[in-house]
Nanobody
């Protein structure tokens, strides 16, 4: 299984950037996905999540209205569209996949909330917000 995140880089405050995470080696349509970030000196935090079906999403208060998570099961890809970026958004961003114990088979929606719910992690991509 591999999760390959890309799209990070240097962006000015108020700017936008889009992250992508391509998954391989797993049944992507059965996995809920999350975007986490870790800023220097801080713990890793969940900032956005999307259910296996794509019908349910979560955005942390710190990014609500500025970031949008989406999922394309046909392309095995999860996206994070980030706009109106702030200096405090500077962090390494990680995508992660959680199957919730196979909950997709039941048709029930599922979002992973804790790090230990996620089965696979990408390598992280650095986003630096600076002028």
């Amino acid at each position: 299984v591999q999760l390959q995140a890309s799209g990070g880089g240097l962006v000015q405050p108020g700017g936008s950037v889009s992250l992508s995470c391509v998954a391989s080696g797993l049944s992507f349509s059965s996995y809920s996905m999350g975007w986490w970030r870790q800023a220097p000196g801080k713990d890793r935090e969940l900032i956005a999540g999307i259910s296996w079906s794509g019908e349910s999403t979560y955005h942390a208060d710190s990014v609500k209205g500025r970031f949008t998570i989406s999922k394309n099961n046909a392309k095995n890809t999860v996206y994070l569209q980030m706009s109106n970026l702030r200096r405090e958004d500077t962090a390494v961003y990680y995508c992660a996949a959680a199957d919730g114990g196979g909950i997709a088979k039941t048709g029930r929606e599922y979002l992973g909330w804790r790090e230990d719910e996620y089965d696979y992690w990408g390598q992280g991509t650095l986003v630096t917000v600076s002028s």
